[in-house]
């Protein structure tokens, strides 16, 4: 996306070379509803006509919300004090198409949400979260703040939010890895928390597949687009009509057993074993 981005600013800025900067990474098919980028410009186009000249020349899945004019010492990355992402579950017994692009589709069992909660509260504060760490960062520590956790459901939809002052490499996937095992009975709150207080790193294997991601918002000291363009962008969905799964043990299924079943469709289930990444 950013040589993309930085292909339409050229084009329409040819005076110099354009070098984007943003706000943070995100995996490949995790999704952003405000991504912030930064950039110098040196042509006369004023910061305001810039979202119009830019969508012109991008594909329909990127677009730019609003821009505006910053002081020089200001960074899309470095000056943000937060970043908050969004985890959408479709937890629902039958797949949903519309649903399947945005969401982890988790059909085995009735997702405790409760639980979920009870391990999410573990994470509030400063702490080293190793364990949610992939192979391959480049930080110095693994040490941030989680400074806001929230989860709500609608009939079969749940959704996560995770606030941070930054987050590790790969990070909110391997946490909803493990939140997951936590509402379908394989992982207890206490194990939950054991493992990243003790950066058991080798007992996270699971990382959440990307789609269900979106990178909500980025927080700076002072707001710098309109609520409109940047908080909160990415719709919610709604179910009317549930269809839940069975619950932990019910009907004698116990966890371990439904959390292997064979998927009700391709592409339903997705949990993927973290490895290295490549040199």
């Known amino acids: 996306m950013q040589e993309v981005l930085e292909a339409a600013i050229a084009g329409l800025d040819p005076q110099r070379?354009?070098?984007?900067?943003?706000?943070?990474?995100?995996?490949?098919?995790?999704?952003?509803?405000?991504?912030?980028?930064?950039?110098?410009?040196?042509?006369?186009?004023?910061?305001?006509?810039?979202?119009k000249a830019l969508n012109?020349?991008?594909?329909?899945?990127?677009?730019?919300?609003?821009?505006?004019?910053?002081?020089?010492?200001?960074?899309?990355?470095?000056?943000?004090?937060?970043?908050?992402?969004?985890?959408?579950?479709?937890?629902?017994?039958?797949p949903n198409l519309f649903l399947s692009a945005w969401s982890w589709h988790r059909y085995q069992l009735r997702l405790d949400d409760q639980a979920m909660e009870a391990a999410l509260q573990?994470?509030?504060?400063?702490?080293?979260?190793?364990?949610?760490?992939?192979?391959?960062?480049?930080?110095?520590?693994?040490?941030t703040t989680i400074q806001e956790v929230l989860l709500e459901r609608q009939e079969d939809l749940l959704s996560v939010e995770l606030q941070a002052s930054g987050f590790l490499?790969?990070?909110?996937?391997?946490v909803m890895g493990?939140?997951?095992?936590?509402?379908?009975g394989r992982l207890s709150v206490a194990a939950f928390e054991r493992r990243w207080r003790t950066q058991a790193r080798s007992e996270v294997r699971e990382a959440a597949p990307p789609q269900g991601l979106c990178l909500l918002r980025v927080g700076y000291p002072e707001p710098i687009f309109p609520e409109a363009?940047?908080?909160?962008?990415?719709?919610?969905?709604?179910l009317k009509s549930p269809?839940?799964?069975?619950?932990?043990?019910?009907?004698?299924?116990?966890?371990?057993?439904?959390?292997n079943a064979t998927p009700a469709s391709p592409g339903s289930l997705e949990v993927t074993e973290v490895s290295p990444a490549p040199p």
């Open 169 to 174: 490499y790969g990070m909110v996937r391997l």
């Open 243 to 259: 269809d839940p799964p069975p619950a932990p043990g019910a009907s004698g299924v116990p966890a371990s057993a439904a959390a």
């Open 178 to 184: 493990q939140l997951v095992a936590v509402g379908e």
């Open 17 to 51: 070379p354009i070098r984007s900067v943003a706000a943070g990474r995100t995996d490949s098919g995790v999704h952003a509803a405000a991504q912030v980028v930064h950039f110098d410009a040196a042509g006369p186009i004023p910061a305001q006509r810039w979202p």
């Open 56 to 94: 012109g020349r991008l594909p329909a899945t990127i677009r730019v919300r609003a821009a505006t004019e910053v002081p020089p010492h200001w960074h899309a990355c470095f000056s943000a004090r937060y970043r908050r992402y969004r985890y959408t579950i479709h937890n629902g017994r039958t």
């Open 122 to 143: 573990t994470l509030l504060g400063e702490h080293d979260f190793a364990a949610f760490q992939r192979a391959g960062s480049r930080r110095a520590h693994a040490r």
């Open 229 to 238: 363009a940047w908080y909160d962008c990415q719709p919610r969905f709604q």
